[in-house]
């Protein structure tokens, strides 16, 4: 089935879908399982967004390519580096690169522009990594998107989430024009939607999402409705190889690093 693409009504700019459901759900730690007794409550907002906002505004193909799954992970890798204080060496085509390598598109071949398996791009980027070789994650875990908490303390703990979701006509129809949008509950999603972004900030009134070079927001609500797996929904967090250790360091005998790390290397 060709992937969605949608022209905005004014500008005439094109954007793409291609977040395609997981043919099997593999095995996946859930952050829940880490989450201890003396787990404190995660801030009532925190943004990573302001150091990486040059490069969360590039598309990275997403206008003419259906590659949104690898879109997401490199605003994420983006945004972990630029929060840790490096230089972010990413360019579109190494995104394109990176696309190829995970869905098998053949660039200048139509056909095979299909999209992607979110699980099959987290394996690649723990494997190989966003460049060959390099910005490897050390995993990933799955957050419960209709627990706000969880959701939240996933955010503050890794600096990141990764959503895959069946969005609803509404909010592409009309496409968002610029920044500063909200998606909220509107509606069945539509399988044939299927789209995937970054979450980089939160506050109380939801999480604030990069997709297409823009920034807007996802309230807790959505996430409850399309980001979770009665919604055929995908919510993860991915793990920087400091990750562990910064997230046991905000929250000191309430989160489980070395067991989680422990069932990290069991997996790999």
Same mark, same amino acid.
């Given at each position: 089935?060709?992937?969605?693409?949608?022209?905005?009504?004014?500008?005439?700019?094109?954007?793409?879908?291609?977040?395609?459901?997981?043919?099997?759900?593999?095995?996946?730690?859930?952050?829940?399982?880490?989450?201890?007794?003396?787990?404190?409550?995660?801030?009532?907002?925190?943004?990573?967004?302001?150091?990486?906002?040059?490069?969360?505004?590039?598309?990275?193909?997403?206008?003419?390519?259906?590659?949104?799954?690898?879109?997401?992970?490199?605003?994420?890798?983006?945004?972990?580096?630029?929060?840790?204080?490096?230089?972010?060496?990413?360019?579109?085509?190494?995104?394109?690169?990176?696309?190829?390598?995970?869905?098998?598109?053949?660039?200048?071949?139509?056909?095979?522009?299909?999209?992607?398996?979110?699980?099959?791009?987290?394996?690649?980027?723990?494997?190989?990594?966003?460049?060959?070789?390099?910005?490897?994650?050390?995993?990933?875990?799955?957050?419960?998107?209709?627990?706000?908490?969880?959701?939240?303390?996933?955010?503050?703990?890794?600096?990141?989430?990764?959503?895959?979701?069946?969005?609803?006509?509404?909010?592409?129809?009309?496409?968002?024009?610029?920044?500063?949008?909200?998606?909220?509950?509107?509606?069945?999603?539509?399988?044939?939607?299927?789209?995937?972004?970054?979450?980089?900030?939160?506050?109380?009134?939801?999480?604030?999402?990069?997709?297409?070079?823009?920034?807007?927001?996802?309230?807790?609500? +959505?996430?409850? =409705?399309?980001?979770?797996? !009665?919604?055929? &929904?995908?919510?993860? $967090?991915? *793990?920087?190889? @400091? +990750?562990?250790? =910064?997230?046991?360091?905000? !929250?000191?005998? &309430?989160?489980?690093? $070395?067991? *989680?790390?422990? @069932?990290?290397?069991?997996?790999?």
């Amino acid at each position: 089935m060709p992937v969605k693409t949608i022209v905005h009504p004014v500008t005439g700019r094109p954007f793409k879908l291609g977040r395609r459901r997981p043919i099997a759900r593999g095995p996946r730690l859930s952050l829940r399982n880490y989450l201890l007794k003396g787990f404190p409550a995660a801030p009532t907002s925190i943004d990573y967004s302001a150091k990486p906002a040059a490069f969360l505004a590039e598309i990275l193909g997403n206008g003419s390519l259906s590659d949104c799954t690898s879109a997401g992970a490199f605003h994420i890798g983006g945004t972990l580096l630029a929060n840790a204080g490096q230089p972010i060496p990413f360019t579109e085509a190494d995104v394109v690169k990176f696309y190829s390598a995970t869905t098998g598109y053949v660039p200048g071949e139509p056909s095979t522009d299909q999209g992607g398996n979110e699980q099959d791009v987290l394996n690649y980027w723990q494997a190989t990594g966003l460049l060959p070789g390099s910005h490897q994650i050390s995993g990933w875990v799955a957050v419960d998107g209709s627990n706000e908490d969880e959701v939240k303390a996933a955010l503050w703990l890794f600096e990141n989430l990764y959503f895959g979701v069946e969005l609803p006509d509404a909010w592409i129809n009309p496409m968002p024009g610029a920044s500063g949008f909200t998606w909220d509950v509107a509606g069945d999603p539509d399988p044939d939607s299927g789209h995937c972004f970054a979450g980089v900030a939160y506050d109380a009134a939801g999480v604030t999402i990069d997709t297409w070079g823009m920034l807007g927001k996802i309230t807790y609500q +959505a996430m409850a =409705k399309y980001a979770s797996t !009665a919604g055929q &929904g995908e919510l993860y $967090a991915v *793990l920087s190889p @400091d +990750a562990i250790d =910064k997230a046991s360091g905000k !929250a000191p005998n &309430g989160f489980g690093a $070395a067991q *989680l790390a422990a @069932d990290l290397d069991s997996i790999k």
